[in-house]
């Protein structure tokens, strides 16, 4: 399949703006004489939108200066820790910054493939939700990740954006429909804001600096599942909530017969 392209769980963006490669095919189509014969009905379709556009060049230049903040990336790690100024750097999956490389979970790559790996937010949407729900988005507050759907991490309905979302995010036809506020950052409360904020409410963030439970809502959880607490205590999902378990996890140290020593913390969940 090659890459493919992954959106932002919070905005529905990529996490990348307009490449040149991207801009350039456009212009290799919108200039050619003839549309290719060997491109399907929905890419000839659009390319002959693209034709009948007198501005989209135009328009596509401009959406690539406006769009720069999706490169600003950050991956929620599952120890909880977050990365910032990263950048995406290969196949839509990798995000590097000058000190480390980290995998986004998603696709073809899930939690028991890569237990460094992380969620990609851009940094924007990170911001936006420190700045407006008071909370610093880490990954034990998200719901159980969404593993039937290539392209989303979690069961939420993106709204219009969804429809541009293809191995390649369609940028083109999503400036052809006069959607270009969908690329809006959720910083400059575009009218694309009412959306997001829609999706941060799925998500059932709460700011609670009291709550010594897990930081997620049980309400995204099987009975009888287990998590870790904000008190660092187990916690059980009984009758929709979660109950603590009064015994606490321990840390244990294993001899391993290389007789290296490695530490083995059985915080799991």
């Known amino acids: 399949m090659g890459c493919w392209n992954i959106f932002c769980f919070i905005c529905g963006n990529p996490c990348h703006s307009l490449s040149n490669d991207y801009i350039d095919h456009i212009k290799e189509d919108y200039y050619a004489e003839k549309i290719n014969p060997n491109y399907t009905s929905y890419s000839k379709n659009i390319i002959k939108k693209i034709k009948s556009s007198k501005t989209i060049i135009n328009d596509l230049n401009n959406l690539n200066k406006t769009a720069k903040w999706m490169d600003k990336c950050s991956i929620l790690k599952i ?31 899930g939690k028991e493939d890569c237990p460094d790996c992380g969620i990609f937010i851009h940094t924007d949407c990170w911001k936006f939700i420190k700045k407006n729900y008071k909370i610093e988005l880490n990954f034990s507050m998200l719901p159980k990740l969404e593993s039937n759907d290539l392209y989303k991490n979690f069961d939420i309905n993106y709204g219009d954006i969804e429809k541009y979302w293809k191995q390649d995010f369609n940028f083109c036809e999503l400036l052809l429909d006069n959607k ?73 140290k294993i001899n391993i017969n290389d007789k290296k020593k490695i530490k083995n913390n059985l915080n799991t969940c």
């Open 180 to 252: 270009k506020y969908l690329c809006s950052s959720p910083l400059k409360n575009d009218k694309n804001i009412v959306q997001i904020k829609k999706n941060i409410a799925k998500l059932k963030l709460k700011y609670d600096p009291k709550r010594i439970g897990p930081l997620v809502s049980a309400t995204f959880f099987n009975e009888g599942d287990i998590k870790i607490g904000k008190n660092k205590y187990f916690w059980i999902k009984k009758n929709n909530k979660w109950i603590q378990i009064n015994e606490k996890p321990i840390k244990i």
């Open 79 to 109: 120890n909880n820790t977050v990365i910032h100024s990263l950048k995406e750097t290969s196949c839509n999956i990798e995000f590097c910054n000058s000190k480390t490389c980290i995998t986004h979970i998603g696709g073809y790559v």
